[in-house]
C-alpha cells in the first residue's frame, strides 16, 4: 500500500518493482524492507493507508461470492444494458422492415398498382414517381 499511494522510499519500491519483474521476489524481506524505512508521519497519510487497505479487504473477502455493493451494482448495470440494447435493437428491426416495406410498395405503384386514397397521397407526394 505505500508504495501503490506514493509514501515508500522511491528508490526501495524500484528496486523491489525490478525484482519482481525478474523474479526474485520475497515478500516477507520486501515488506521489512519497506516498514524500516519508518512510520507515516502525517495523519493524512495514515488515514490514506488505512482507507485503501479497507477497501482492499472488503473487495477480496467479498469476491469469491460477487456480492457487496459492487457486485450487485455489475449484474444491475449488466441487466439493464441488455434490456436497453434489446429495445434499441427491436426499434432498428422494425424500422428497417417499415422502410422496406414502404419502398415495396413504391415500387408497385411505379408498376401501375393503384392503392388506397391516404396512400396514394403519400406516393403523390414524391414527384419522381408518375402517375
Excluded: H, Y
Excluded at 457486485?71 to 444491475?76: A, C, E, I, L, P
Amino acid at each position: 500500500m505505500l508504495v501503490e499511494l506514493g509514501n515508500a522510499d522511491k528508490k526501495l519500491a524500484k528496486t523491489w518493482q525490478a525484482r519482481v519483474k525478474s523474479g526474485n521476489f520475497d515478500a516477507d524481506l520486501c515488506t521489512d524492507q519497506i516498514l524500516a524505512t519508518g512510520p507515516l508521519k502525517p495523519a493524512r497519510e495514515e488515514e490514506a493507508v488505512l482507507t485503501r487497505t479497507t477497501r482492499l479487504e472488503r473487495d477480496l473477502l467479498m469476491t469469491p461470492l460477487l456480492q457487496g455493493v459492487s457486485g450487485k451494482s455489475r449484474k444491475v448495470r449488466g441487466a439493464a444494458k441488455s434490456g436497453a440494447a434489446a429495445l434499441i435493437m427491436q426499434f432498428i428491426v422494425v424500422g428497417i422492415f417499415c422502410i422496406l416495406t414502404f419502398l415495396f410498395l413504391l415500387v408497385a405503384a411505379m408498376k401501375g398498382v393503384e392503392f388506397d386514397p391516404f396512400f396514394q397521397a403519400i406516393i403523390d407526394f414524391f414527384p419522381a414517381i408518375g402517375d
